[in-house]
């Protein structure tokens, strides 16, 4: 029988993974010798995966995107053909990866589908050494994450993002940056910016059915330039409640698998949901098909 790994966090989305710790184990005891470990601090997921990967022939990640964002690092530590195969149970506030990958909300349901799954090459991004399989972000909205406390994340859920995606409204600030790639190169003032591999950014922002793929070897890079007039915000909010883009002149949106971003000045960054520091000139790239995942 082969031997599976699981990882979870058990204070992510309203203790949602650790309510259903049983139901989960039992889950993939029918199909897999199994273990689980909980994970008691940040990092924990990366350090449990790297010391015990090698006993295993897939692991499992659970909790937020965060979690799996630890695990995936671990992983992607390997060479590409000893990297085993990678479960996703999304059991976190937001779940953007579960989101793109189609999962449903409850782990019950997710569980069910699972186990009819087949492993499917998943590209992941690098934001110089980090890597990250959701999203990297700066500017308004980003900090609700990993500004917004554990404790009223499991008490609102969703909404504690919302309470913090407010609070940026009052202090929206624009970086000078120019972005050099092959599809595009702008200099210009902005106050969002993001590339994601995912459906959702900022919690707000989300592009048309079918434009993300997690396997094309892009991502989706969306750029919102500073609003000087209530026009231009207007412009804005149209261009994101019709999830169309094309446009709109303060909004710049293309694909990529590689793209510089320099700044005069560091910036804080958000890597899928957490704050990884700040950072200046940065080179953003994708690594097509470097993991495998059930989805």
Not at 60 to 83: F, Q, S, Y
Not at 116 to 126: A, I, L, R, S
Not at 157 to 166: C, E, H, L, R, T
């Amino acid at each position: 029988m082969k031997k599976l790994l699981i990882v979870m966090n058990p204070v992510s989305g309203k203790l949602k993974g650790v309510k259903n710790k049983d139901l989960i184990e039992r889950s993939f005891s029918e199909i897999y010798d199994t273990r689980l470990m909980l994970t008691e601090r940040k990092g924990d997921g990366t350090r449990i995966a790297a010391e015990n990967v090698r006993d295993f022939d897939m692991i499992a990640a659970c909790g937020g995107d965060g979690t799996i964002n630890e695990v995936m690092e671990a992983l992607l530590a390997l060479p590409r053909e000893e990297r085993p195969p990678l479960y996703c149970i999304p059991a976190g506030t937001t779940n953007l990866l579960g989101d793109t990958l189609g999962f449903p909300k409850q782990i019950p349901e997710t569980l069910s589908l699972l186990r009819d799954t087949e492993p499917h090459p998943f590209d992941v991004g690098f934001f110089g050494d980090i890597c990250f399989g959701s999203v990297v972000s700066f500017g308004a909205f980003t900090d609700s994450s990993y500004a917004t406390s554990q404790k009223l994340k499991n008490t609102l859920g969703y909404g504690a993002y919302v309470f913090g995606g407010a609070k940026s409204l009052f202090n929206i600030k624009d970086y000078h940056m120019k972005i050099i790639s092959d599809e595009v190169e702008v200099e210009d003032d902005f106050i969002f910016g993001a590339i994601s591999n995912c459906n959702a950014v900022g919690g707000i922002i989300r592009f048309q059915d079918g434009t993300v793929q997690v396997n094309d070897g892009v991502y989706e890079v969306m750029l919102i330039k500073k609003i000087h007039s209530i026009g231009s915000f207007f412009d804005v909010f149209r261009a994101v409640t019709s999830r169309d883009y094309s446009d709109c002149p303060s909004v710049v949106c293309f694909q990529t698998d590689k793209i510089r971003i320099e700044t005069p000045i560091k910036l804080p960054w958000t890597i899928d949901g957490e704050y990884k520091g700040d950072f200046s000139d940065i080179d953003i790239c994708i690594e097509k098909s470097a993991l495998d995942l059930y989805y």
